[in-house]
């Protein structure tokens, strides 16, 4: 969740004061204890923990209760492998082989200033408590709810309603992100689908966990605790304050990387980490931005572009209605202006069954856009059907009257026709024609009675995402595809590539590789509806992974020569830098000058400044002159 150390400071008290107070905590304290014991060195176990001698002359010195019966390792001590743990979040101990000794941190601990003691301080804190990890980690619910809490509420707050707190993180409260609409308080829950029940007693009552939860928060020096009412200290305004507001998006940042960063966070707390971004906007103009990317964007993108609009209140109403007379996306609009009451003056907006029919669809395609592109078609009518059970009859006839993209393809596997991803494929022209498939250099790319506009996207690259918009034949073959994304990204070409549907695997013919040949597969035997996705993957090095869907059918134009790109955004990456995090390491280094690779990697990309190198660069107009090397009826 937390991707960045620095140290900030609105409290009253001095830098000094803090790192005092936080090498006082008990449980950094231990941890400190623990590492100054280890020194030069102690041998390990197989298992990587101190030998049963050693672990029982430690417990000793730390003051810990051994157990009842004899340990067999110091894997039987819960409170001692807690302080080994906090001493290896903090790098107070390094494990090399089977011994393990003090480490750096520790010597950064005791002799560095107090700025380096808080970024120790911190980044323990927080991996400590599970909230240090990538974007993609689940979060410690229970801490989490706990803090953001103490935040939201200044500071203070009961033990009541962090126990309540909790709960509605776990997916248990009355309302999406777990406040009452009518108050915006935090209320006990209705529901508990996750087993919190079970966790707090058969009475429901979660009040002992939560009191277990701020006793971990007590021994970091993080918090305050009388026995019913909870605050922060000044570590813990000060750990808050970067955990919500300092580590939230730049209020200057555009619209996807708002919503990158805050999607899939829990509600509550992507709501606090918004609030940068929103106030330093109007709510009309912020709701405008957050409608425009959702209109464009897909699964769980757009949902949380949505949830963060309505974040925007009442004053948003302009954006809403700008929005309202729009055909499919515009449904949107119209519900938020519908529910704005009796005393709104779009409160005479309703939906009609076209309306309601097409957030169905757009709200189930969502869910399949948030799920791995290799999951077969089967498998996905399958996960539908479950889901839906006995509304399937009355949910059907509901989307088929849709004219949602992408109904024709939910109807389908909710119909149980999506037998494989291949379905259909022995009645496809393609399949029956007896003339051979033309081979590549042939003249022109494989023509077909249909065009079908697909968006290419690649995987894990924001700030800026980089995605193409293309028109291609529908009967173009795998191997001249290839070629396409190749000329729409600006990729090198020097590398192996595979197509994948969640099946099989189509690239060049090889034995030990077990790809089936591209050559052989049209992209219309793959993609048979709007929103089916399948998988590119170039260089089998760096990873780089695409996905492909299908946006629309469209019969062809005679003005038009394919493949043509239409829009796009972001530059390609550099060829062989690494992959995801490579090219992400390769901007960092590019935007910092005092960077020890910085000139290294100026000359790698031949490039004379960093100025020179625009990670958001892409002009529709260049991708178009690449395309048209492929057809020998394009202008070049």
């Known amino acids: 969740m937390v991707s960045r150390l620095h140290v900030v400071n609105d409290d009253d008290s001095s830098l000094t004061d803090l790192a005092d107070a936080a090498r006082a905590g008990a449980a950094v304290s ?42 067999r390792s110091a894997l039987d001590i819960d409170e001692l492998m807690m302080v080994w743990s906090t001493a290896a979040s903090a790098g107070f101990i390094e494990v090399v082989g089977k011994q393990v000794m003090a480490g750096a941190g520790l ?26 990890g990538a974007p993609d980690d689940e979060p410690e619910l229970e801490y989490l709810a706990v803090l953001c809490t103490l935040y939201d509420r200044e500071g203070t707050t009961s033990l009541d309603e962090l126990a309540t707190s909790i709960e509605a993180f776990s997916g248990g409260g009355s309302t999406q992100d777990g406040r009452c609409p009518d108050c915006g308080q935090v209320h006990a829950a209705t529901a508990d689908p996750l087993g919190f029940s079970d966790l707090f007693g058969d009475d429901g009552d979660g009040s002992e966990f939560a009191e277990e939860v701020l006793l971990a928060l007590v021994e970091f020096g993080v918090a305050d605790f009388d026995g019913h009412a909870a605050s922060l200290t000044p570590l813990g305004k000060r750990l808050t304050t970067f955990m919500f507001r300092d580590s939230a998006p730049a209020a200057d940042a555009d619209t996807a990387t708002f919503v990158s960063e805050l999607a899939g966070l829990p509600p509550v707390v992507a709501a ?138 939910l109807v389908r596997l909710l119909s149980g026709t999506a037998s494989s991803p291949l379905a259909g494929l022995a009645s496809h022209p393609a399949a029956t024609s007896k003339k051979p498939v033309p081979r590549a250099g042939q003249g022109k790319l494989a023509g077909s009675d249909s065009v079908h506009q697909i968006k290419i996207t690649l995987r894990g690259v924001w700030k800026p995402p980089v995605w193409r918009r293309v028109l291609v034949p529908a009967g173009i073959r795998l191997d001249e595809l290839h070629e396409v994304i190749l000329r729409a990204f600006g990729w090198g070409g020097h590398h192996l590539r595979v197509f994948s549907d969640g099946w099989t695997e189509y690239g060049v013919p090889d034995r030990e590789l077990g790809h089936q040949d591209e050559s ?9 509806d709007t929103g089916a996705k399948i998988r590119y993957t170039y260089d089998f090095g760096d990873d780089w992974e695409h ?27 550099p060829d062989g830098c690494g992959g995801v995090w490579g090219y992400s390491s390769l901007k960092e280094t590019l935007a910092d000058p005092h960077d020890e690779e910085h000139q290294e990697m100026l000359e790698w990309l031949s490039l004379e400044s960093a100025q020179d190198f625009d990670p958001a660069g892409f002009s529709v107009e260049e991708v178009n002159i690449r395309l048209g090397r492929l057809n020998p009826q394009r202008p070049r």
């Open 272 to 409: 606090l980490m918004a609030r940068p971004w929103l106030d330093a906007r109007t709510p009309a103009a912020a709701a405008g931005q957050l409608l425009a990317f959702a209109e464009s964007a897909d699964g769980t993108a757009r949902m949380a572009a949505l949830a963060f609009a309505r974040e925007c209140g009442p004053e948003a109403a302009p954006a809403w209605q700008e929005w309202s007379g729009k055909p499919g996306f515009g449904v949107y609009a119209r519900a938020w202006l519908a529910e704005q009451g009796d005393d709104s003056e779009f409160s005479e907006s309703e939906l009609s069954d076209g309306d309601e029919a097409w957030m169905v669809v757009d709200t189930l395609a969502s869910i399949l856009d948030a799920l791995p592109v290799e999951l077969p078609d089967v498998l996905l009518s399958g996960m539908l059907q479950a889901q839906l059970a006995d509304e399937i009859a009355e949910v059907l006839p509901l989307l088929a009257s849709s004219d949602h993209p992408a109904a024709g393809r």
């Open 547 to 573: 996905d492909i869907q299908l946006e629309k059918i469209l019969p062809p134009d005679a003005g038009t020569l394919y493949p043509a790109c239409t829009a796009g955004k972001g530059a390609c990456p």
């Open 30 to 71: 231990s941890a400190q204890a623990l590492a100054e014991w280890i020194g030069a060195g102690r041998a390990l176990t197989a298992s990587g923990v101190l030998k049963p001698a050693a672990a029982a002359e430690v417990c000793d010195l730390l003051g810990i209760e051994l157990p009842s019966e004899k340990p």
């Open 107 to 132: 010597d950064r601990w005791l002799d560095g200033d107090p700025e380096t003691t808080l970024v120790i301080w911190t980044h323990c804190v927080l991996d400590s408590l599970g909230l240090a």
């Open 520 to 528: 052989s597969v049209r992209l219309s035997q793959l993609l048979l």
